[in-house]
């Protein structure tokens, strides 16, 4: 008798550690950003993907910009004059201050949803730049980027009705899913998040200077992670299994 009890101890001691092992294996991190208020956000530095041609400018500069119809809004001006027909994409990411996540503490990240509003402001002279609304992570001082919005299968883009305003998107975006030279660790350090806008200027008379102005608004980020066990789950299950080897021997 006194084994039997012993034995379905055991049994609810094991069966209760791994209910609450398991039960939090998963959870949801959601970040929505409506205003870019200043000291909301960081811009970075004017990035390049490419080396520029020699005496080439380009420059990006971030502004916080309130407007009656959408509130406030992150604007960005990108500058470029290049000295050849070869114009250069670039971008400057915006850093949101107050959304960092660090997986070695919280749990390794499983995928990232993420979206932006762009709103195409001005561009001067029109020069039919081609413009990507882009996802940044910053992890150990890098910089990992990714395009929103592209035509595939797992991509949601939404037209707004409002003419130049569109809401990009990208679901089950992971590590490996990162372009350009180098990827994320979804499970090593700290990261930040932020957006952007890369453009391309495709301009066809090199020497000219060219503007184009660009709104973000309304970012949004959710991603599922999986989560540390807590200690007293830990204790609790090394309790069962220490209970279990004690009744085999």
């Known amino acids: 008798m006194k084994g039997n009890l012993l034995k379905t101890h055991t049994l609810f001691v094991l069966i209760l550690s791994i209910f609450f092992l398991t039960i939090k294996s998963y959870a949801v991190v959601v970040f929505q950003e409506d205003d870019f208020n200043e000291g909301t956000y960081t811009a ?11 005496d080439s400018s380009y420059n990006v500069t971030t502004t916080s910009f309130n407007n009656d119809s959408f509130g406030k809004f992150a ?11 070869d114009a250069l994409p670039f971008t400057q990411p915006i850093f949101i201050n107050s959304f960092t ?3 070695q503490t919280k749990g390794p990240i499983d995928a990232i949803t993420a979206s932006i509003k762009v709103l195409k402001v001005i561009e001067n002279p029109p020069v ?3 413009i990507k609304p882009r996802f940044f992570i910053k992890q150990d ?16 883009s939404t037209t707004f009705t409002r003419q130049n305003i ?6 089950g975006l992971t590590g ?16 930040q998040f932020g957006f952007g806008i890369s453009v391309d200027p495709k301009i066809d008379n090199p020497k000219l200077q060219t503007s184009l102005l660009v709104g973000l608004d309304e970012a949004f980020i959710r991603f599922e992670n999986a ?15 220490l209970a279990f080897l004690k009744r085999t021997r």
């Open 141 to 156: 001082d890098k910089i990992y980027t990714k395009i929103l919005g592209l035509t595939t299968p797992n991509i949601e």
């Open 166 to 171: 569109k809401m990009e998107s990208m679901v």
């Open 44 to 54: 970075d530095t004017t990035l390049l993907f490419y080396h520029p041609p020699v």
């Open 176 to 191: 490996v899913s990162f372009d350009e030279f180098s990827k994320p660790d979804f499970a090593g350090s700290e990261m």
């Open 101 to 103: 996540y660090d997986p």
């Open 75 to 85: 604007l960005q001006q990108f500058d470029a004059t290049p000295m050849s027909d």
């Open 227 to 241: 989560p540390i066990p807590e200690p007293a789950s830990i204790s609790l299950l090394a309790l069962g299994c």
């Open 128 to 130: 039919n730049a081609l």
